[in-house]
């Protein structure tokens, strides 16, 4: 068991250093929110260390444990725990070099009161990653910003994607929680992001109506107001 270990561990950490040689950087021509002010942000593009903060959460498998990731190295206080058996790669990437796909949870402050439009941003490479995310419980589907095929590994596609998650007109929150699951194992995280964008609040109907009243009570009192003075 342990020359398998080892053996799966060795080819994994091959895999990862030959597979993924352009790394820690946007390929996306444009972020998802544009030129928009954001609120709040987080930024991952390097992954400097795994911490083991809990025990296995399924005891017939002593390689799947709780890990928080190293914080924010480009912006932001967000933080990122990875339950699996991931590693990090010589490129400073979360790997998943076992037969476990890796779950993430990930978190960034909010602000109580608005509406926000809320963006999760990824990068991988490897094997597929999940075209499906949540925000506190609420689920959304991929948008794929870049794609590069890079031939195939363990049998399956191997590619570097990005791609991100959206979720409009989020009212106001203290925390925004972000959950995913890789599909695979062998899919390594390169780059991440958390965003919010504040929304514009739109008027209610009867706001409008109160205010097309109050236009033509003015332009009565106007009429009336050059009769009397003609």
């Known amino acids: 068991m342990m020359k398998f270990s080892a053996l799966a561990l060795a080819t994994g950490l091959a895999f990862s250093a030959s597979a993924f040689a352009e790394v820690n950087q946007w390929d996306s021509a444009t972020t998802p929110w544009g030129d928009a002010t954001l609120a709040q942000y987080a930024e991952w593009n390097v992954f400097e260390s795994l911490t083991r903060t809990g025990p296995t959460p399924n005891a017939g498998n002593s390689f799947i444990s709780t890990y928080e ?84 590994q363990f049998g399956l596609e191997d590619s570097e994607r990005e791609f991100y998650f959206v979720w409009n007109d989020v009212t106001g929150s203290d925390l925004y929680t972000f959950t995913w699951t890789d599909l695979t194992a062998h899919t390594s995280l390169d780059q991440l992001a958390l965003a919010t964008v504040a929304v514009a609040a739109v008027p209610e109907p009867s706001t409008y109506g109160m205010l097309a009243l109050g236009l033509g009570v003015l332009a009565f009192a106007g009429r009336r107001s050059r009769k009397n003075n003609a």
């Open 69 to 152: 990731v190293s914080a924010p190295d480009v912006a932001g206080d967000g933080t990122l725990t990875a339950v699996g058996s991931p590693t990090i790669t010589s490129t400073d990437n979360i790997y998943s070099w076992r037969e476990n796909p890796t779950s993430y949870t990930a978190t960034l402050e909010g602000t109580i009161g608005g509406t926000f439009d809320v963006y999760l941003r990824v990068a991988t490479l490897g094997l597929a990653p999940n075209a499906t995310a949540y925000l506190n419980g609420v689920a959304s589907t991929a948008v794929q910003t870049f794609y590069e095929y890079n031939g195939t």
